[in-house]
């Protein structure tokens, strides 16, 4: 930091020393610029004094030519929203963050507390009545069945035949903000119903005991759909609409939010401060709280930040009509609730059936967004079931095992190239092979027989072999370090 400040203060020295010799039209090309600055501060001072539903609709942007103008944001164009969005956010891994930061920035210099959401929830019990088996089908049997049922059950005439489920039972925890919450089970483990639970959008035929408290207030003393979103883990959407569309009547369905009052205050005390924000944020802001903006200007940085605006003006199709991929459709279904402006998200299995590097982006930007602007995030991730791992590792280590203490003329010949190019084998040979001492003692079974022909006939290793075996493991562990370094290079794993 001390160093950076140095080397910018020696540079400003030779910028001032150098600028001794210019010539006169570098001095007027200054004077220009500086006269623009003051245009610009002219038209800010300008835009300060009109009333807040006034200023809150109005911004300085600057056009590709470097002149600033006043514009409405209401009328906002979809070129300048374009500009717009390519100025803030030009490549979405990159800038997504600084662009965030930079809206924190603004709030923080204000001092102004962003709010944030925690959720507890104590001895949670979910529990269902359902039909099973064939009374469980949607037929018009059953259908005529079980109203006559229900009217019979709700007189006492009749006991109900539904059985009994219980699928959570006394959970108890508490989803911090500003972290991200994992939430691992294997299917049909209840993921569901928990997100659905503290999203207060559970079913209403399922039973529900404990409590579920935002910031300590019960569930019942706010409206709990306009503070949390629940992303489901099934992706239905109008096959006719486009991607930009759904997202964009998404974002109309959820509306603006707090952020009109937020941004309200934030002008408020801006101008107390004599604070002049950066413009670019500044429009950005405005027209995220302004109505019919908000619609597209979030929707086009919210395709940006997932990765769809390849496909922004594609059908997002059906069954019956071919649209964007099942990976861009998983998309379209978290984005659809990211344009909106609850602060708590819970999310079902948004990464299945998306490949690794689509899931780590959008896991990365909502990880921004949760750190640097205070949301909270609970997100459901499918776990294969244990019995998999166990499976999985059993059938490893008994072929490990096979292949390691068996002469390898023993093992069948298709297993017998995984031997060799095992490091284990390798390994156990050269221990072997170079532990015993006396290679010509015999041994003490009565078999007339020396120790290397024992090893030889018990375990296939031959002691003449040891000078390749060493060679062979130390260039294994050569390759292991070679292929890590090239992997940490090439693929570039560490970066964050
Ligand atoms: N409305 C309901 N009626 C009856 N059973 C239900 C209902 N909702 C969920 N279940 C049952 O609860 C269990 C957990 O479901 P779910 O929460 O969807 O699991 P997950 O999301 O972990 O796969 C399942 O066995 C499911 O059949
Ligand atoms: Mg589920």
């Not at 500086?34 to 009109?50: N, R």
């Not at 119903?193 to 910031?215: E, F, I, M």
């Not at 009509?321 to 379209?332: L, T």
Request: glycine share 8%; charged share 25%.
């Amino acid at each position: 930091m001390d160093g950076g400040d140095i080397y910018k203060a020696s540079s400003s020295l030779r910028v001032n020393s150098s600028s001794l010799w210019r010539n006169n039209s570098v001095e007027v090309f200054n004077r220009s610029s500086h006269e623009e600055d003051d245009e610009e501060a002219l038209k800010w001072a300008a835009l300060e004094k009109l009333p807040t539903f006034d200023r809150l609709r109005k911004g300085i942007l600057t056009t590709s030519k470097g002149e600033a103008n006043e514009i409405n944001i209401e009328s906002l164009g979809f070129e300048q929203r374009k500009q717009l969005l390519e100025r803030l956010v030009k490549v979405a891994e990159e800038d997504n963050e600084k662009f965030l930061m930079k809206v924190r920035k603004r709030i923080d210099r204000v001092g102004i507390d962003l709010p944030t959401i925690e959720v507890r929830f104590e001895h949670l019990n979910v529990e269902a009545e359902a039909h099973v088996g064939g009374r469980a089908l949607p037929t018009f049997f059953n259908f005529g069945v079980n109203i006559v049922e229900g009217f019979l059950n709700s007189l006492h005439i009749l006991p109900s035949k539904k059985t009994h489920l219980s699928i959570l039972k006394d959970v108890s925890g508490i989803v911090k903000p500003r972290r991200m919450t994992l939430l691992l089970g294997p299917p049909s483990s209840g993921k569901t119903t928990l997100l659905l639970a503290l999203a207060g959008k559970l079913d209403p035929d399922l039973k529900l005991s404990g409590r579920v408290t935002y910031n300590g207030h019960g569930m019942n003393e706010f409206v709990p759909q306009r503070t949390a979103a629940y992303i489901s883990q099934y992706d239905l959407h109008i096959g006719e609409m486009t991607v930009r569309e759904t997202l964009g009547f998404s974002a109309r369905c959820q509306g603006v939010g707090s952020r009109y009052d937020m941004l309200a205050e934030l002008s408020r005390r801006e101008i107390e401060a004599n604070i002049k924000p950066d413009p670019d944020i500044d429009i950005y802001m405005k027209a995220a709280t302004t109505e019919g903006q908000e619609a597209t200007v979030v929707t086009d940085y919210t395709l940006k930040v997932l990765g769809l605006d390849v496909c922004a003006d594609t059908m997002v199709g059906d069954e019956m009509i071919r649209g964007i991929s099942g990976g861009q459709r998983k998309r379209v279904t978290t984005g659809e609730m990211l344009v909106g402006p609850a602060k708590a998200l819970f999310m079902d299995e948004i990464s299945t059936g998306l490949d690794s590097s689509t899931t780590f982006q959008i896991v990365n930007s909502l990880k921004q967004y949760v750190h640097i602007l205070d949301g909270t995030a609970v997100i459901s991730l499918l776990q294969p079931a244990p019995e998999t791992y166990t499976f999985l590792m059993t059938l490893f280590y008994s072929l490990m095992a096979t292949l390691c203490t068996r002469v390898p003329e023993l093992i069948p010949v298709w297993w017998r190239w995984y031997y060799w190019a095992c490091p284990i084998a390798w390994t156990l040979y050269g221990l072997v092979v170079s532990q015993f001492g006396d290679i010509e003692e015999l041994m003490t079974d009565g078999n007339n027989e020396s120790v290397k022909e024992f090893v030889k006939s018990y375990f296939g290793y031959k002691h003449d072999f040891l000078g390749v075996v060493a060679v062979v493991v130390a260039g294994i562990a050569v390759l292991f370090a070679f292929i890590f370094a090239v992997s940490i290079k090439v693929f570039n794993f560490q970066r964050r």
